[in-house]
């Protein structure tokens, strides 16, 4: 930053809102001093979110393209991190139900739910409690295949293990997450 930056300048140098900057910086006036350091995270248009017919296995999909953004903005998670792990665990079906009792567009168990304050059935609240769940690994694996793995098997094992836990499912969860995410990222 330079003596005389505004936000309005530094958003349209970096190509994000003023109201991203605020957000993202948690800044709650217009005013930046010179010696205030801001972050700036690129931020995905959604006009640059090219999804390939591989990746869209159902037209519904797109309906989470902006929610999963913003919420990928707000929380610092990679936007194909986040798109990835929605397409593995509900391929967009916002209704589905697993096996061991996950529920709906992120397969949020109910504990996990209740713990984040969400309903995992609202698919909005899904894709929030999931990204705040995925900050919250993030800060404590730094480690983003550590933190897919916790979110697919829970922090508890992959700390017991000292990374993926050696259960097969988890093994093939991260593996179809990050095949989605380089998919995404060749965009």
Known sequence: MKKGDTLWGI???????????KE???????????????KVQEIPKIDDIILSPEIIEDERILNWVTPIRNYSIKHEIPF??????MLAESSGDPN???KKGA???MQLL?????????NPCDPIQSIEG?????????????????????????????IKHSGI???????????????????????
């Open 11 to 21: 958003s349209e140098r970096f190509g994000v809102t003023i109201s991203q900057l």
């Open 24 to 38: 993202f910086n948690q800044l709650f006036s217009d005013t930046i001093f010179i010696d205030q350091v801001l």
């Open 80 to 85: 194909p991190i986040l798109f990835g792990i």
């Open 96 to 98: 589905k139900v697993s």
């Open 103 to 105: 529920i709906g567009l």
């Open 110 to 118: 109910p504990q996990t739910a209740n713990w984040l304050s969400v």
């Open 130 to 158: 999931a990204a705040r769940f995925l900050k919250e690994l993030f800060d404590q694996f730094k480690d983003w295949e550590l933190v897919v793995a916790a979110y697919n098997a829970g922090p508890d094992k992959v």
């Open 165 to 187: 836990p050696p259960i097969d499912e988890t093994r093939e969860y991260v593996q179809k997450v990050f095949s989605y995410v380089k998919k995404l990222e060749k965009r």
